[in-house]
């Protein structure tokens, strides 16, 4: 009893190759369905994350930013820009029916002189109306006011030790840092009017800004605006256009729909090639433990003619099976763990906008589905067998041999 115990694990060591095989095809079941898990889940996780972000159904921007400012790519374009209408387009939008709030915002592109840290987008919203910055900062924070030369950064921007990003010439101190969204908002720097407009006339004094020197108290570069409970957006924003001139709005909907498009296009590969992975090596796996069985029937023959039940044969079986299937799914699962830990930031620029690596405890989640699943195929894998096993008419195999 002792020595049919332990012939399931002598199996697997005496036949190495065809044990290497079994494992070769657990291994890739669960590599396969663990990384399309997590990339299925990282896509509408991102996405999810730049809706909830946006906070806005309707953004407004002047007409002539339609060359440096797509709808559609906005979320994803590298470069930082930034434009100007007159701030009396907020003061119209407020009056116009179906709106509940509205809250301008100013832009800035950091240059690339030694003046500042680096190239960014510089993002200053009014605190007094703002609905979208500052739940994000409350969120990430404990700190969701911003005092002047306080700003807040996206998780794409690195943070030194000293805590400071220069900007025109002025050391703005960081007080926090957002988590990742996988669109352009991880490259932004937000901030409050009075930074923002302190910022707009050091560029003045450097002869850096575009447009010349103007009154940064008559400007806004975009306003967003939520509309009232159960009303159309749509039509919202067709009042706005016919209130205002030379303006572009858009609604939060276009604004998603390119990036969202294309990556449930990645999503249904993904899981499409999951499923079509899956297929494949359970037939593959059964194909192989058929195989096996024929080519093992003499040695199974030979333990029922000595006694051995069927409860025994298929512990041999579903031994050998759980044990090939648990072992390529666990080394799986450790190398992609590390692959996607190791390469988290490579996978995120990968995909793109709009793809965020789902949080550790998400993964370990997933990680432990693939495992489910392909133990799930080799104990079903295993049962068929099993099956096999039991119509065979011992005496004929033996006597076939003789």
């Known amino acids: 009893m002792i020595l049919l115990k332990n012939l399931a694990f002598r199996n697997l060591k005496a036949y190495r190759s065809r044990t290497l095989f079994l494992i070769t095809f657990a291994f890739l079941m669960a590599f396969s369905i663990f990384t399309g898990t997590i990339i299925v889940q990282g ?25 440096d400012f797509d709808a559609q790519t906005v979320l994803i374009q590298a470069d930082p820009g930034y434009f100007y209408m007159p701030y009396e387009n907020y003061s119209k939008i407020l009056k116009i029916d179906g709106i509940e709030k509205a809250s301008p915002q100013l832009f800035l592109a950091s240059a690339s002189a030694g003046c500042c840290s680096a190239k960014l987008q510089l993002v200053g919203f009014e605190p007094e109306s703002d609905f979208t910055i500052q739940p994000w900062i409350r969120d990430s924070s404990n ?19 000293n805590g400071y990003i220069r900007l025109y010439g002025n050391d703005c101190k960081i007080k926090g840092k957002f988590s990742a969204t996988g669109s352009n908002l991880d490259n932004a720097v937000y901030m409050n009017f009075d930074t923002v407009k302190n910022l707009i006339r050091s560029s003045f004094e450097k002869s850096l800004n575009q447009y010349g020197v103007f009154n940064v108290d008559e400007v806004v570069s975009s306003v967003l605006v939520k509309v009232q409970k159960d009303t159309d957006i749509e039509e919202v924003a067709n009042k ?52 096996m069985i024929n080519d093992r029937k003499r040695e199974f023959a030979s333990l029922k003619s000595m006694g051995a039940n069927m409860k025994i044969l298929s512990g ?20 992609g763990l590390g692959i996607f830990t190791a390469y988290r930031r490579a996978f995120t620029l990968l995909f793109g906008a709009g793809f965020v690596l789902p949080s550790p405890i998400m993964i370990l989640l997933l990680a432990l589905l693939a495992l ?12 068929l067998a ?17």
């Open 386 to 402: 099993i099956y096999k096993i039991n119509k065979m008419d011992t005496s004929f195999i033996l006597k076939e041999g003789e």
């Open 43 to 67: 896509i509408k996780h991102g996405l999810n994350l730049v809706e909830k972000r946006l906070g806005a159904d309707i953004l407004v921007v002047p007409e002539s930013s339609k060359k």
């Open 372 to 383: 489910i699943s392909v133990l799930g195929t080799s104990l079903l894998s295993a049962s």
């Open 316 to 335: 041999i079986v579903i031994k050998e099976a759980f044990c090939v299937n648990l072992i390529g799914g666990i080394l799986a699962l450790l190398i």
């Open 143 to 161: 700190k969701a006011i911003l005092e002047r030369g306080d700003i807040f950064v996206g998780n794409n921007i690195t943070i030194d030790e």
């Open 240 to 291: 706005i256009r016919s209130e205002l001139v030379d303006v572009n709005v858009i609604t939060s909907k276009s604004m998603v729909s390119g990036i969202s498009e294309n990556l449930q296009k990645v999503s249904k590969s993904a899981n499409n090639f999951i499923i079509l992975f899956w297929l494949i090596s359970f037939f593959m796996t059964l194909l192989i433990f058929m195989m």
